[in-house]
């Protein structure tokens, strides 16, 4: 049986590195669209490349989870909707789901993206503090009903 580890949060919440780390760990597959984007050398603030990337990596995941690998979605998934869609998908395929919201105050979540934009590694796109401002926003935090319907 598969497993879907899907994680949650925004910029420089650390998903990447959980990723990384979990990937190395459980062994994973670790499917992360901004590395994609960046070594297709696609502009990371791409959305419509974004979309058919992301639809591209589900598609791969799915092949993945229903020959029964463990596969990590960076996705960052801020949208509930977006969440219950990978869940109830991956389900479909009798895989089990896990989800992992990194919740970091927003003031950390500054800090970190200013170190890593003074950093300027490839793959990282610079985000500014009116930028992630605006998207904690949009932000839906996964709630305590949600988070129960995950086997993690």
């Known amino acids: 049986m598969g497993r879907l580890i899907l994680l949650c949060g925004l910029p ?26 960046a070594h297709l050398g696609l502009d ?8 058919r990337l992301e639809r591209q990596l589900w598609r791969h995941a799915q092949d993945l989870l229903r020959l029964g690998q463990t596969v990590i979605l960076e996705y960052g998934f801020w949208a509930r909707a977006e969440r219950e869609a990978m ?25 970190r993206l200013e170190r890593r934009n003074a950093a300027g590694d490839a793959g990282t796109a610079p985000i500014s503090r009116d930028l992630l401002d605006q998207w ?12 129960a319907r995950y086997d993690a």
Not at 44 to 51: F, H, K, N, S
Not at 136 to 147: N, Q, S, V
């Open 44 to 51: 990371l603030y791409d959305e419509p490349a974004r979309d």
């Open 12 to 37: 420089g919440a650390g998903k990447t590195t959980l990723a990384r780390r979990l990937a190395s760990e459980i062994p994973a597959v670790r499917l992360c669209p901004d590395e994609w984007l």
């Open 136 to 147: 904690a926003t949009i932000f839906e935090p996964p709630t305590p009903d949600e988070l």
């Open 87 to 111: 869940r109830l998908g991956a389900r479909a395929l009798g895989a089990t789901v896990e989800l992992r919201y990194l919740a970091v105050p927003l003031e950390e979540l500054h800090r």
